[in-house]
């Protein structure tokens, strides 16, 4: 492994995934990453199923509204961020820019509707 500005990125998706899953996303990444690489299986495609709200850190209320739409964005974000390639992720500042811009992914469907494989494809 080569170690480049973009292990940062990664390492901050993981944070980033950790702090709304309220747990390490580690076996959600491996499976995501299995996944992009052509791997395949059954549980690469069903973690692209999984519907974000079951992925969220279900000690907390499900979020209705305005703060659905920012836990989307941070999620599409954090996955871009542990993108298996480092040369697909985007750079810090590309991350710091999109956060400070707050653009948020419009919802459309509601909340619970929502699987991850529609983030990770929403944001290529």
């Known amino acids: 492994m080569r170690v480049t ?4 990125v990664y390492s901050f998706g993981v944070v980033a995934m950790e702090m709304l899953m309220g747990k390490y996303p580690g076996g959600l990444i491996s499976s995501l990453e299995h ?18 709200k079951d992925v969220v850190d279900q000690r907390l209320d499900a979020p209705a509204g305005q703060l659905a ?5 941070a ?9 298996t390639s480092p040369d ?10 999109e956060l400070a811009a707050r653009r948020r ?7 619970g509707m929502i699987k991850i ?8």
């Open 35 to 52: 996944s992009d690489e052509g791997q395949g299986g059954g549980e690469s495609e069903s973690s692209r199923r999984l519907q974000l």
């Open 105 to 111: 992914p419009i919802l459309d469907r509601p909340f």
């Open 75 to 83: 999620f599409v974000v954090a996955l871009s961020c542990v993108r």
């Open 88 to 97: 697909a992720r985007p750079t810090m500042r590309a991350v710091a820019q």
């Open 117 to 124: 494989g529609d983030l990770t494809k929403s944001h290529k």
């Open 5 to 8: 500005t973009k292990c940062d």
């Open 69 to 73: 739409g920012q836990v989307v964005f």
